[in-house]
Nanobody, 126 residues
Framework: QVQLAESGGGSVQAGGSLRLSCAAS????????MGWFRQAPGKEREGVAG??????TYYADSVKGRFTISLDNAKNTHLQMNSLQPEDTAVYYC?????????????????????WGQGTQVTVSS
């Protein structure tokens, strides 16, 4: 069982930046691909960014050029969010699953990720 814990949410004005972090409990972290999702009130959850164990990254069109997903050596994944807009307001979730030849982070749909964090709120005011 993989446990994920997000941190770094908060409130910011439009045009500002936030950095979200996600710590994974899995001791074989190098086997995981990771993703970030968000869900705004009244909307479906959407995938915004994913990263494979080899560092290959994937982004939703809505955040491309503004958000950056990364990994570090301490079993953490990060989401750097720049040029934030009010429409980025949502609860952000970290997610993960075990990588194999037929499964990787390029599929930013919820069923492709088995493990989920509790979520962290991001609020962007205009």
């Amino acid at each position: 069982q993989v446990q994920l814990a997000e941190s770094g949410g908060g409130s910011v004005q439009a045009g500002g930046s936030l950095r979200l972090s996600c710590a994974a409990s899995e001791t074989t972290f190098s086997r995981l691909y990771m993703g970030w999702f968000r869900q705004a009130p009244g909307k479906e959850r959407e995938g915004v960014a994913g990263i494979d164990p080899d560092g290959q990254t994937y982004y939703a069109d809505s955040v491309k050029g503004r958000f950056t997903i990364s990994l570090d050596n301490a079993k953490n994944t990060h989401l750097q969010m720049n040029s934030l807009q009010p429409e980025d307001t949502a609860v952000y979730y970290c997610a993960a699953n075990f990588w194999n030849l037929g499964r990787r982070a390029n599929d930013l749909s919820s069923p492709n990720f088995r493990y989920w964090g509790q979520g962290t709120q991001v609020t962007v005011s205009s």
